[in-house]
């Protein structure tokens, strides 16, 4: 055991689903006319125990330092509810290097699991050079949901002694976690939905869609509904796609959770099902919607849930059910037969929201010992929000008694400016609020980061208690922050999405406008918006509607938003609002007018240029329309994938939407306000340049030179 101070550097990496979910929307996608099918890191199976590797390179991690720099940081990994780890053959394969900086130090790593010490490492001369060690991990340390892991590096280096070469030490992101464990055939319960169909977990899951081989409006608004309250549950990281019921695959139905939607005479995969309830059953009224979840007969590790009902009205009935939360005689047990759904009420535009830490997902916070630490979480705060007066933290907090009142402080900073400050004494020892102005000119659009400060501080020496654990503060749960707003008047511009589409907690007032024909990738876009869409909504009672062209009567153009999408060939409803798009289409033609340009040039070849264009509604000023639209097949996808932010990230990085045009082809990316005469901005994905803000002569020059 080291008798001198210890200087304690933590490894922290937070491993979500939200990696998985960013390699597969990166990956190269099949041709539309094949079917996608993803590729997983399967399950091996050895002596009855299933075994699944992770590393820290699978999750997108680069490499980690660990250096006197680096404090407080911690990696988690989430397992599934219905996994059970085998007691023994769960381990750690940590690999490693570090700089000899002293022969006669000693220095060690020291790894725990949920606060449990599990192994010592010493780091000697003879694995400086990319080492490995394997740790074990008992299965009964192991629980569902979050799993905690350290990392950290122990040096004998005497608190503020002066060194002239530092320690560090590498962890590599070929480093894994091997896990074996068992996972018992589920129970199908629909109390339990989302799950399994969503979870955080480290293993890979993908919701996929089974719908009739000629889907109506009905299926379409269906699965957009379930996809938009995946979308809530999830946090935005449900992963959907979708087939028709005739392409399903092999491997389609043995690796994923499947949601099977359509009526019983349109979807022939119904047929091979043995469900609980017969589809004829006398309890089942025409309008009834119907819920049935079963073991999947291809594979029992996974699902299938059966979204159903005789009629439209019943099968809406069914879609919408799964996005309340039912408490008095919910959901139980694999059935559910629905008679009555009630609409979502008028909702006013709440004017404040308190984002307490516990919603956000932030669980109370212990720090330990004298050494400098910080607590950190992060809100959202949309650009449709105009603050009404200053926004407020207010942070729960314990502490210890035996800190040194006068020298203990707690320090907050936001977006890493400080804001304020308190002792850490015997008036806020127990139940201690501090109670902060978060300045209007600090807070961003998008995220913002909040730092809690914690430095403690019990002797006279400090370097003699860095782990002592009688030094302890508390950062609660019910902290939250306070936002007082209103939305600002519509402004239809793309820097704002998903506002004001949104601006309705429950969807109730946006209609998708369906194209007359949806390749694959399109539904599976569809699907896409619906998750983002709800997660941005958060409404109790989600619904979301889709409709054909010709179905759109006098009182939805008056009342909804629209979202159309699709080449203005294949969707009437882009050809009838053609002349008031900011960029219209030559008539009867997937080609560009010209006319933003001093020149107009002829277009020798075809262009895959996708556009997302937002216009105040002809009918109804309040109301806005996005045109997710594009020349080709492919241009409407590239549409989508830049609204989704589906590009790679280096191409995202440099893209800034804003007005009421983007323009994308090849991965360059055009964003105009065309009710500006002189006003757009350019960046050029390819060469990771920042987007350029051009005006006049030499905007013109550039556009005429790059674009049609």
């Not at 988690?76 to 290097?97: C, K, M, Q, T």
């Amino acid at each position: 055991m080291m008798n001198k101070g210890r200087i304690w550097i933590a490894l922290l990496i937070s491993i979500m689903c939200l990696a998985w979910s960013e390699g597969w929307v990166e990956a190269q996608e099949p041709p539309d006319d094949e079917v996608q099918e993803q590729e997983v890191n399967e399950p091996q199976n050895t002596a009855g125990l299933e075994t699944y590797d992770l590393t820290l390179l699978d999750l997108l991690y680069g490499e980690q330092t660990l250096d006197l720099a680096d404090l407080d940081n911690t990696f988690d990994i989430y397992l599934p509810v219905d996994v059970v780890p085998a007691e023994a053959g769960n381990y750690i394969n940590l690999i490693f290097s570090h700089n000899v900086f002293d022969t006669e130090r000693q220095r060690q790593l020291s790894v725990s699991l949920n606060d449990t010490f599990l192994q010592f490492i010493n780091l000697t001369t003879e694995n400086a050079d990319r080492a490995q060690a394997q740790i074990d991990v008992p299965g009964s340390l192991l629980k569902a949901g979050r799993n905690r892991f350290r990392v950290t590096m122990n040096t004998d280096l005497s608190c503020g002694e002066d060194i002239t070469i530092r320690p560090i030490t590498i962890i590599h992101p070929e480093s894994s976690f091997h896990l074996a464990y068992t996972q018992p055939v589920r129970e199908p319960n629909l109390g339990l939905y989302p799950l399994p169909f969503y979870e955080q977990t480290f293993l890979p899951s993908q919701i996929y869609f089974i719908l009739p081989n000629e889907p109506t409006a009905t299926d379409f608004s269906t699965a957009a509904a379930v996809s938009a309250g995946l979308g809530i549950y999830s946090q935005g990281q449900a992963r959907v796609a979708s087939v028709l019921a005739d392409e399903v695959t092999e491997t389609i139905r043995r690796n994923n959770h499947l949601i099977i939607i359509g009526q019983p005479d349109t979807n022939p995969l119904l047929a091979e099902l043995d469900l609980p309830l017969d589809l004829d059953a006398s309890v089942i009224k025409d309008d009834s919607g119907v819920l049935e979840e079963i073991v999947s007969p291809w594979n029992p590790s996974k699902m299938v849930l059966v979204v159903t009902g005789r009629t439209d009205e019943g099968l809406l009935k069914a879609g919408d059910v799964l996005n309340r939360d039912l408490n008095f005689l919910g959901m139980r047990g694999p059935i559910a037969v629905v008679d009555e759904v009630l609409p979502p009420q008028p909702t006013a535009v709440s004017q404040e929201v308190d984002l307490t830490f516990d919603a956000l997902g932030y669980p109370d916070i212990t720090s330990y010992g004298t050494r400098p630490q910080q607590v950190r979480a992060e809100f959202l705060m949309p650009r449709s929000w105009q603050m009404t007066e200053e926004a407020k933290l207010y942070l729960s907090f314990n502490h210890a008694t035996v800190i040194n009142p006068e020298q203990s402080t707690l320090s907050i900073e936001l977006n890493r400016v400080p804001i304020g400050e308190t002792l850490l004494n015997e008036q806020n020892a127990i139940n201690g609020v501090l109670e902060l102005e978060l300045p209007g000119w600090l807070l961003e659009p998008g995220r913002n980061r909040l730092d809690a400060k914690i430095d403690m501080t019990m002797s006279e020496d400090p370097c003699q208690d860095l782990d002592n654990q009688q030094a302890w503060t508390v950062v609660r749960r019910d902290s939250f922050v306070h936002l007082p707003y209103v939305e600002q008047e519509a402004a239809f511009d793309l820097s704002f999405f998903p506002f004001p589409l949104t601006n309705n907690p429950n969807l109730m007032d946006v209609t998708l406008v369906l194209p007359e024909t949806l390749t694959r990738l399109e539904r599976d876009r569809l699907f896409q918006l619906a998750v983002l869409l709800g997660q941005q909504a958060g409404g109790d009672r989600l619904t979301l509607r889709a409709v054909n062209s010709q179905d759109i009567d006098d009182t939805l153009r008056k009342t909804n938003h629209f979202i159309a999408f699709g080449r203005p060939t294949n969707n009437p409803f882009l050809s009838e609002i053609n002349n008031d798009l900011p960029q219209p289409f030559q008539p009867d033609s997937d080609e560009l007018v010209p006319g933003l340009d001093s020149a107009n040039l002829i277009e020798t070849t075809s262009r895959n240029a996708g556009l997302l264009q937002e216009l105040a509604s002809p009918w109804n000023s309040e109301q806005t329309i996005l045109a997710i639209t594009g020349t080709s097949d492919e241009g409407v996808i590239a549409a989508f994938d830049l609204l989704l932010g589906n590009l790679p990230e280096e191409v995202m990085a440099t893209v800034d939407l804003t007005g009421d045009l983007a323009v994308i082809e090849d991965q360059h990316i055009y964003s105009t306000d065309t009710r500006l005469s002189t006003s757009l901005s350019f960046s050029q994905s390819s060469t990771l340049v920042e987007p350029v803000v051009q005006s006049g002569a030499s905007l013109r020059r550039d556009l005429v030179s790059r674009w049609w």
